[in-house]
């Protein structure tokens, strides 16, 4: 994803907005192509980043990619009232992608920063650039002499999604210091190219589970089959961050040669990692996964519940409600309660009507509307009664709902 976004705000003084002034220049779309920061502007950038908080600085970081909620925040709309029309302009200036020249030796320069989130505005931003030679220096970087430069250049790489440099980025693979292995096995994830699945595989053996988790990571973002029996076994790594990334990475992939070692899973003594393969199970579809998942429904952990209520209705071929989903239509608790609704719309079993009756009659229009919504899937002519009683709901939506379902346009 390109970085389109970066929470200046949150870290800005009024030395560093003066640093970056432009005259105001207002966004109209998000896919311009106007200039991004020059090289001063990337410098007074990096010396903020430099100078927060750590952990707002890499909030800020965090941001990079996410313009989406902000790019149009120019024209005054959706920001605060008193944000000064330079501050805006600023912000939309820094948000594009880097295409002054010279600005990309000042990011090589902040990749070798001893700010770890220094490093990483710098490779994410060289990785966005449209300045000639920034992927170069990225390539080169990651065959400086330190690991620091070589992690933050795989960075950059994976922000780049450049499939150009998969083979520079195999190579790092087999990198001695982990960190940057890791990193680069990330990078490989983002470009989702199959020839780096088996480089991926050999590292799921490392004795550093950092290293396994971003190999898990990445085969799961490739989403390719031959990885399925190689990530079996971390589904009981040692590390519980290395057997959730599993449980996931296996749920990307779709293949249902995973689904009697997720079902293990959802016995874990780990509530993360039984939501986690809860989760999986729905995204694989399996139907030899609802018995376990039904079981899931009454979990001690309410991450968990929701998961399998969520998975129970994406399951194939499954007619019936457990009675466990079933509960769970009228739970107290409003998370739980509305994707059990959702669940039992999605499998369209009739034994569901009486629940969905109890759910139209809270007061809550909002839970009215998603029980009528779910009973309009139900099979045959089951929900015509309560669609009936829907027509006289005090909510104009639901009334109209009732109607499209009863075929009445009035």
Same mark, same amino acid.
């Given at each position: 994803?390109?970085?389109?976004?970066?929470?200046?705000?949150?870290?800005?003084?009024?030395?560093?907005?003066?640093?970056?002034?432009?005259?105001? @220049?207002?966004?109209?779309?998000?896919?311009?192509?106007?200039?991004?920061?020059?090289?001063?502007?990337?410098?007074?950038?990096?010396?903020?980043?430099?100078?927060?908080?750590?952990v707002?600085?890499?909030?800020?970081?965090?941001?990079?990619?996410n313009?989406w909620y &902000?790019?149009?925040?120019?024209?005054?709309?959706?920001?605060?009232?008193?944000?000064?029309?330079?501050?805006?302009?600023? @912000?939309?200036?820094?948000?594009? #992608?880097?295409?002054?020249?010279?600005?990309?030796p000042?990011?090589?320069? &902040?990749?070798?920063?001893?700010?770890?989130?220094? %490093?990483?505005?710098s490779?994410?931003?060289? &990785?966005?650039s449209?300045?000639?030679?920034?992927?170069q220096?990225? %390539?080169?970087?990651?065959?400086? @002499?330190?690991?620091r430069?070589? $992690?933050?250049?795989?960075?950059?790489?994976?922000?780049?999604e450049?499939?150009?440099?998969?083979?520079?980025?195999?190579?790092?693979?087999?990198?001695?210091?982990p960190?940057v292995?890791a990193m680069?096995?990330?990078?490989?994830?983002?470009?989702?190219d199959?020839?780096?699945?088996?480089?991926?595989?050999?590292?799921?053996?490392?004795?550093?589970?950092?290293?396994?988790?971003?190999?898990?990571? !990445?085969?799961?973002?490739?989403?390719?089959?031959?990885?399925t029996? #190689?990530?079996?076994?971390?589904?009981?790594?040692?590390?519980?961050?290395?057997?959730?990334?599993?449980?996931?990475?296996?749920?990307?992939?779709?293949?249902?040669?995973?689904? #009697?070692?997720?079902?293990?899973?959802?016995?874990?003594?780990?509530?993360e990692?039984?939501?986690?393969?809860?989760?999986?199970?729905?995204?694989?579809?399996? !139907?030899?996964?609802?018995?376990p998942l039904?079981? !899931?429904?009454?979990?001690?952990?309410?991450?968990?519940?929701?998961?399998? /209520?969520?998975?129970?209705?994406?399951?194939?071929?499954? $007619?019936?409600? +457990?009675?466990?989903?079933?509960a769970?239509v009228?739970?107290?608790? +409003?998370? /739980?309660?509305?994707? !059990?609704?959702?669940?039992?719309?999605?499998?369209?079993?009739?034994?569901?009507? +009486?629940?969905?009756?109890?759910?139209?009659?809270?007061?809550? +229009? $909002?839970?009215?509307?998603?029980? /009528?919504?779910?009973?309009?899937?139900?099979?045959?002519?089951?929900?015509?009664?309560?669609?009936?009683?829907?027509?006289?709901?005090?909510?104009?939506?639901? %009334?109209?709902?009732?109607?499209?379902?009863?075929?009445?346009?009035?």
């Amino acid at each position: 994803m390109a970085i389109k976004g970066v929470m200046l705000a949150a870290l800005a003084s009024s030395s560093l907005a003066a640093a970056l002034h432009v005259d105001p @220049q207002p966004v109209l779309e998000q896919g311009d192509r106007r200039p991004g920061p020059d090289a001063a502007q990337v410098t007074a950038l990096l010396a903020a980043l430099e100078k927060t908080d750590p952990v707002v600085c890499e909030l800020a970081v965090d941001a990079f990619g996410n313009g989406w909620y &902000g790019w149009f925040r120019t024209s005054g709309v959706g920001s605060l009232r008193d944000v000064p029309t330079e501050q805006r302009s600023s @912000q939309v200036r820094v948000r594009r #992608p880097v295409s002054d020249p010279k600005a990309v030796p000042v990011l090589v320069q &902040g990749m070798g920063s001893a700010n770890p989130c220094v %490093r990483r505005a710098s490779g994410a931003m060289l &990785g966005d650039s449209r300045a000639p030679g920034s992927l170069q220096a990225l %390539r080169t970087g990651l065959k400086d @002499q330190s690991p620091r430069v070589r $992690e933050a250049a795989a960075h950059g790489l994976g922000v780049a999604e450049d499939k150009e440099s998969l083979g520079a980025l195999v190579d790092a693979l087999g990198d001695r210091d982990p960190s940057v292995t890791a990193m680069s096995a990330w990078a490989l994830g983002r470009i989702e190219d199959p020839r780096a699945v088996a480089p991926l595989v050999k590292l799921l053996k490392s004795s550093d589970p950092g290293v396994r988790a971003a190999a898990a990571w !990445a085969l799961g973002d490739i989403e390719d089959m031959k990885a399925t029996e #190689p990530l079996l076994p971390l589904l009981e790594d040692e590390n519980i961050e290395v057997r959730r990334i599993t449980a996931e990475a296996l749920g990307d992939i779709e293949d249902r040669k995973a689904v #009697p070692a997720l079902i293990k899973s959802l016995s874990s003594g780990d509530a993360e990692l039984r939501e986690a393969a809860a989760h999986a199970l729905g995204e694989i579809e399996d !139907a030899r996964a609802a018995d376990p998942l039904a079981k !899931a429904v009454e979990d001690s952990d309410a991450r968990v519940r929701r998961a399998a /209520i969520e998975a129970l209705g994406n399951l194939d071929e499954l $007619e019936r409600a +457990p009675k466990a989903l079933l509960a769970a239509v009228n739970d107290g608790d +409003p998370e /739980i309660r509305e994707a !059990a609704i959702e669940s039992v719309g999605s499998i369209g079993d009739p034994a569901a009507l +009486p629940e969905l009756r109890k759910a139209y009659g809270n007061p809550d +229009p $909002e839970v009215r509307l998603k029980a /009528i919504e779910a009973a309009e899937s139900l099979d045959g002519n089951s929900a015509s009664s309560l669609m009936m009683a829907a027509l006289k709901d005090t909510d104009p939506r639901i %009334r109209k709902k009732a109607a499209e379902a009863l075929g009445d346009d009035d």
